[in-house]
Each structure stands twice: as structure tokens, then as C-alpha cells.
């Protein structure tokens, strides 16, 4: 499918390898398809991870929502838009749009990015990649932007030890790893029954090889709940929250 600079278009064959128990592309793997979506984008804007590395940058995930209206199966094709919605000092938003190669629309994302040095953690001012405001697409993204998520209290929180399997190029916790552990505090009847229709996710702290760390859940109201990921010097790393319908 035909890409321009102002919206990335990414397609990805949909095999029975990625499904989960569901017979469905699970949430985790939804996220990781739409994070690579958004590195192919940054890569033909010219700002990519091979990019800002020769500066010693890198970029990461602060907040992610995701909602769908039916999640992908076997030999479908799922096709992403993404676009740039926005951009500051600090920040830029992303947004993506989730439909078959038929043109059926799946769901939509929303994002938050920023730079940081790969070394010192630190974030960097956006303002120096210059392009980018030049490409802002106004394209509209119809769900609410990821917002504030409360502190979970939990007194039988799982304990999880963060392995090699668990890490990517930045050498912590993968996003989508994240997301696995944290739907893992759901039973199978719970997803034999419902499915995730608004799965939201805040990064804040990375989980790093050989940490212990707390997975605690709490349920909000009917059908919603939120979880939140702890380290053992009690430092939150994540917090999510999910909707089931």
C-alpha cells in the first residue's frame, strides 16, 4: 500500500503463530505490531531509531491507549495508519488507525513519545529534530487520549523476576512484555468470556534484568480495572488501565 510522509502505512500477514487462546491477536502482539508501525514511520521521516542513535539517542513509549472493536485472526491482513497528531519540547503524539486489507476499521491508538540518551536516561529537547512539526497530520483519531491512572492497592500482588526474554535493544523490559504480565493477572474464563475493548498503559520507570517485581491489580468498577508494576525499592514502573467488554 502506498506511504506518504504525512501518514505511515504498515501491513502484516496475520499467522497462526501470533493468535492467542482465543483464536485472536492478542493485545500484547496488537502493541508491538503498532509499535513497529510507528518505527517504519519514524524511519522514513528521516528520524528513526538508526538515526538517533548516532547521537547517542533513542526513543521511548510513555503512553499508550488502545481500543478495539474486534481483534484480528488467522490469515487476515492487518493493515496501520499512523500519523503525527502533535508535537512540543518534551513530547510528541502519535495516532493510529487499525483496519483489514478489505478496509474493515478494527480500532485506534493513540501514543506519547520522547527522546532520551541511550546512557544518562535523560530526556532530550525535541526542537532539535525540525522536521517534524512540518509533518503534523490533523487526520482525526476518535478515542479519548490516555489519561491520569490512580495508584493500585492490592494486598496479593503477584511477585515476577525479570529474565533475558523479557529485554530489547534498550536492554530493559520490552513494551509489549509490559503488557503481557500485566493481563497475565486475568484468568483464562475471564478471556474465554470477554475481551479487552480499551487496554491503556503509562511507562514510568523501567523494569531491568534480574528485578523483582510486584504485579498488583485492582478492580475499579464493573468490567474495569487498573494494575500497576513496582520494583522491590517500591518505584512504580508502569500502571495500566483495562476495560473489558
Not at 500500500?1 to 502484516?12: A, Q, R
Not at 484468568?187 to 470477554?194: G, I, P, V
Request: hydrophobic fraction near 35%.
Amino acid at each position: 500500500m502506498e506511504e506518504n510522509l504525512f501518514l505511515g502505512v504498515t501491513e502484516y500477514k496475520v499467522y497462526y503463530n501470533l493468535l492467542n487462546a482465543e483464536g485472536e491477536m492478542p493485545v500484547s502482539q496488537i502493541a508491538e505490531s503498532l509499535i513497529n508501525a510507528a518505527s517504519h514511520h519514524a524511519y522514513r521521516l528521516g528520524v528513526g531509531f538508526n538515526n538517533l542513535i548516532k547521537n547517542n539517542h533513542t526513543w521511548v513509549l510513555a503512553r499508550m491507549a488502545i481500543e478495539m472493536k474486534r481483534y484480528p485472526k488467522a490469515e487476515e491482513t492487518l493493515v496501520i495508519e499512523t500519523w503525527i497528531e502533535g508535537f512540543n519540547k518534551v513530547f510528541t503524539t502519535r495516532n493510529m488507525r487499525l483496519l483489514t486489507s478489505e478496509g474493515e476499521e478494527l480500532g485506534f491508538c493513540r501514543t506519547i513519545w520522547s527522546v532520551i540518551d541511550y546512557n544518562t536516561r535523560e530526556a532530550q529537547d525535541l526542537m532539535q529534530y525540525r522536521d517534524i512539526p512540518r509533518l503534523i497530520n490533523d487526520k482525526p483519531c476518535p478515542i479519548e487520549k490516555p489519561g491520569r491512572i490512580p495508584a493500585v492497592i492490592d494486598e496479593d500482588a503477584e511477585i515476577y523476576k525479570v529474565r533475558y526474554s523479557d529485554l530489547d535493544i534498550n536492554r530493559h523490559m520490552t513494551s509489549s512484555k509490559y503488557i503481557e504480565h500485566m493481563l497475565d493477572r486475568f484468568s483464562l474464563e475471564t478471556f474465554d468470556n470477554k475481551r479487552v475493548g480499551r487496554f491503556e498503559i503509562q511507562y514510568i520507570n523501567e523494569a531491568l534484568y534480574d528485578d523483582e517485581i510486584k504485579i498488583l491489580k485492582q478492580k475499579t468498577k464493573e468490567g474495569e480495572y487498573i494494575t500497576e508494576m513496582k520494583n522491590s525499592d517500591g518505584n512504580t514502573l508502569c500502571k495500566s488501565r483495562i476495560i473489558f467488554i
